[in-house]
């Protein structure tokens, strides 16, 4: 299997601005998360689903993000307008079903927002 | 609420030396613990986990981990420490909420090695 895949690897983009980020689950997995990564904060948890439905979004900093997992497959991350204390490293990461398997993750989109 | 704490935010050793990575954690059930590395540019890669059982777990790469419950701690360790395990390494402890499950990371360890 290749991974969780995730896409694009980088972006930067000017405040404003609309950004989409891209994940793609281990095929099988019945669990997907979004985290984000920065230097202050650590790695936090945005939000997960279970089988494509949002369980726990409390992580989402506020209503300029939002998640959508419209199929087993996909999942997209977007930031709208996006602001520079957005930029950090967004970590999407899959895991089979239950408690004892592995989360998988992605190598990430560095997002940087000028 | 859970939480991990990681102590130390960075430690150099010399190649071949031994070490040792400390996480303490909070939680008030018996806690499902991991340890994840993360090589620069990479995700994060699961070393080793700890559900339940014999409280010395072996991972991937030479390391282990050991449970105790009493010093609510889940160092990892690795006897010889090879140039290639220049990372940062994350203590992370499952547990269930309302709406599931889920892990919460500690801040990390950036672990330098010296030739």
């Known amino acids: 299997d290749a991974g969780v895949i995730q896409s694009p690897r980088h972006e930067v983009t000017e405040m404003g601005q609309e950004v989409t980020l891209r994940c793609k689950p281990i095929?099988?997995?019945?669990?997907l998360f979004w985290y984000r990564q920065t230097m202050m904060r650590g790695l936090e948890l945005l939000i997960y689903?279970?089988?494509?439905?949002?369980?726990?979004d409390s992580g989402m900093p506020e209503d300029r993000f939002s998640a959508k997992m419209p199929n087993a497959s996909f999942s997209t991350l977007k930031i709208q307008p996006s602001e520079p204390r957005d930029s950090a490293v967004y970590f999407c990461?899959?895991?089979?079903?239950?408690?004892?398997?592995?989360?998988?993750f992605g190598p990430g989109t560095r997002l940087t927002v000028l | 609420a859970q939480s991990v704490t990681q102590p130390d935010i960075h430690i150099t050793v010399s190649e071949g030396a031994s070490l040792e990575l400390r996480c303490n954690y909070s939680?008030?059930?018996?806690?499902?613990l991991f340890w994840y590395v993360q090589s620069p540019g990479q995700g994060l890669q699961l070393l080793l986990k700890?559900?339940?059982?014999?409280?010395l777990v072996q991972g991937i790469k030479g390391f282990e981990a050991e449970f105790k419950r009493s010093q609510s701690s889940f160092n990892l360790r690795k006897p010889s420490v090879h140039w290639s395990d220049a990372a940062e390494y994350f203590c992370?402890?499952?547990?269930?909420?309302?709406?599931?499950?889920?892990?919460?990371f500690g801040g990390g360890t950036r672990l330098m090695v010296k030739p």
């Open positions: 990461a899959s895991r089979l079903r239950g408690w004892t398997d592995t989360q998988y």
């Open positions: 095929s099988g997995h019945d669990y």
């Open positions: 689903f279970n089988n494509n439905v949002p369980i726990d």
């Open positions: 939680y008030g059930a018996t806690p499902y």
């Open positions: 700890y559900f339940s059982g014999d409280t």
């Open positions: 992370a402890v499952g547990s269930f909420n309302n709406a599931g499950n889920m892990l919460t």
